[in-house]
């Protein structure tokens, strides 16, 4: 059993910057940020297969950076330049340990084991 707890979250205006947080209470190999806005389906931002950055959605690359302390066992989600459709609950998956890097590149939500309760991020206009 793998415990997540998400902080960061909050309210900012369009082009401004949030960092996401990631506490987890074991370490996994695979380990992903996902969002989900009201009325669209759950979407993968990013994930990461130990040190390597496995994944980052297109709607995002060169503004949300992914990144982990493994040590730490945390996972980090830093967000800049947010816009209005970066609205969303981010939340924090962990996949089962046996996951390979391979299988963690194309994960979807259904694949991960192990979720938190999810940070409310607004960007207003």
């Known amino acids: 059993q793998v415990q997540l707890v998400e902080s960061g979250g909050g309210s900012v205006q369009a082009g401004g910057s949030l960092r996401l947080s990631c506490a987890a209470s074991?370490?996994?190999?695979?380990m992903a940020w996902f969002r989900h806005a009201p009325g669209k389906e759950r979407e993968r931002v990013g994930s990461m297969y130990r040190a390597d950055i496995a994944y980052v959605a297109d709607s995002v690359k060169g503004r949300f950076t992914i990144s982990r302390d493994s040590a730490k066992k945390t996972l980090s989600l830093q967000m800049n330049s947010l816009k209005p459709e970066d609205t969303a609950i981010y939340y924090c998956a962990a996949a089962s340990p046996a996951m390979l890097r391979s299988t963690c590149i194309g994960a979807l939500a259904a694949e991960f084991d192990y979720w938190g309760q999810g940070t409310q991020v607004t960007v207003s206009s």
């Open positions: 074991a370490y996994r190999n695979c």
